[in-house]
């Protein structure tokens, strides 16, 4: 059974930087892609930033390109996406989530973390 659990997201002032990490359990990241959403209510959720396993290529959306990075731990199994240069339209609730893909931003997300949320304050 695979399980993906976020961490980290909390309150932070513009300008600052978190660093949320999501623990996998039953998939190894060779075989995966691995990607952090995000979501505001009401809004169309957006992928942030993804990873595939196969290549270790990664992908970034424009608004978050220069400030996030995405990284993983393979000894931990862990994937992380460290924040900076935060903006209040960074606010949203953050899933990680696994899945299938050649490339990670056309995958096939079937595992979803249950979110984390992340507060940006102007």
Do not use: H
């Not at 339209?89 to 979110?115: I, L, M, N, P, S």
Request: charged share 20%; hydrophobic share 30%; proline share 2%.
């Amino acid at each position: 059974e695979v399980q993906l659990v976020e961490s980290g997201g909390g309150l932070v002032q513009a300008g600052g930087s978190l660093r949320l990490s999501c623990a996998a359990s039953g998939l190894t990241f060779d075989d995966y892609v691995i990607g952090w959403f995000r979501q505001v209510p009401g809004k169309e959720r957006e992928r942030v930033s993804c990873f595939s396993g196969r290549d270790g290529s990664t992908y970034y959306a424009d608004s978050v390109k220069g400030r996030f990075t995405i990284s993983t731990d393979n000894a931990k199994n862990t994937v992380s996406l460290q924040m900076n240069s935060l903006k209040p339209e960074d606010t949203a609730d953050y899933y990680c989530a696994g899945g299938y893909g050649r490339f990670c931003q056309f995958g096939v997300y079937d595992y979803w973390g249950q979110g984390t949320q992340v507060t940006v304050s102007s």
